[in-house]
Nanobody, 128 residues
């Protein structure tokens, strides 16, 4: 049974907005740090944003600061990534991530291969 289930994504013009969702089991949602990574063909998966297990802190890649917002909805056990002012360079497959290390900054420096859980991935395409 999938522990992280993603939804959202799609095709949008540059300057537009999209929202990604990641639903998790209650235990993961309450205890794990969670975040988003993205990957393009031939490149390594790169960090985008993360949020602490208790949502007290967030951490963003420099490339998305001021445009993307990560958040959690406790009532729905769901994490979101609101992406505004999208650029063609944001085109990638986006992955939801969760790790027992609950600190958002940890996920920002941890190699992707050490992340414990992944969602199934969702394509985001930004046209110019």
């Amino acid at each position: 049974q999938a522990q992280l289930v993603q939804s959202g994504g799609g095709l949008v013009q540059a300057g537009g907005s999209l929202r990604l969702s990641c639903a998790a089991s209650k235990d993961i949602f309450n205890d794990y740090g969670m975040g988003w990574f993205r990957q393009t063909a031939g490149k390594e998966r790169e960090f985008v944003a993360a949020i602490d297990w208790n949502a007290d802190n967030t951490h963003y890649a420099d490339s998305v600061k001021g445009r993307f917002t990560i958040s959690k909805d406790n009532a729905k056990n769901t994490m979101y990534l609101q992406m505004n002012n999208l650029e063609p360079e944001d085109t990638a497959v986006y992955y939801c991530a969760a790790d027992p290390n609950g600190a958002s900054q940890a996920m920002g420096v941890m190699p992707a291969k050490y992340i414990a859980l992944w969602g199934q991935g969702t394509q985001v395409t930004v046209s110019s």
